[in-house]
């Protein structure tokens, strides 16, 4: 996500003109009003006390590639393993969800969100806590701000505790053995179908790396 490029004057946002499935999909700690940082858009305010620490997302958009973006405010560069790096584009209000509608911090100081990587996915998560009436605002200066680094961190040894546990290698040996029960099953039917019967629903799923920098 980039604030950085010029972009053509745009046309200021309306809360009628957000579509319904944001609307729906909004937590109940924020509602969406006219932004303090930009005139042009829309923000994400709290109701409610958000905690610090209190994640959000992932960000939703289209998967474009770099030079098919024509505006870099809404989005946010991903790497795929498969594909190279990619972008997941929010810019059309259609594809994307409320996140879409939280905007940048003037800077550091004023931001109380920053961007994180879970799971090959972006999230915003609360870097203090954020009182009713407050506009919810990102920065992108990640790890180096300490106390960012530090909750990254925090979530990196999360993720490798989960992987680790008993509970998800367990679920792992389940999941070779339904992969294994579906290989002889799949055998199965390739031996009893026709000569020229092809696996044609045998594709690999590419799943979505959202890093920033």
Known sequence: MNQDTAEPLAATETLAEV??????????EVRLHPSAVDKTRIG?????????GKKFGPFVGDKKKR???KNNVYMWEVY?????WMCIDAT?????????YVNWACSGEEQNLFPLEINRAIYYKTL?????????LVWYNGEDNPEIAAAIEEERASARSKRSSP???KGKKKSQENKNKGNKTQDLQLKT?????????MRDSVEGVRETT
């Open 44 to 52: 994400v305010w709290a109701t409610k006390p958000i905690l610090k």
């Open 80 to 84: 795929y393993p498969n594909l190279g």
């Open 92 to 100: 059309d209000p259609e594809k994307g969800n409320w996140l879409r």
């Open 128 to 136: 203090k806590p954020i009182a009713p009436g407050e506009e919810l």
């Open 167 to 169: 509970k998800s290698r």
């Open 19 to 28: 579509p319904e499935h944001v609307l729906r999909g909004l937590p109940e």
């Open 67 to 69: 030079s098919q973006v």
């Open 193 to 201: 179908s026709e000569p020229d019967s092809t696996s044609a629903n």
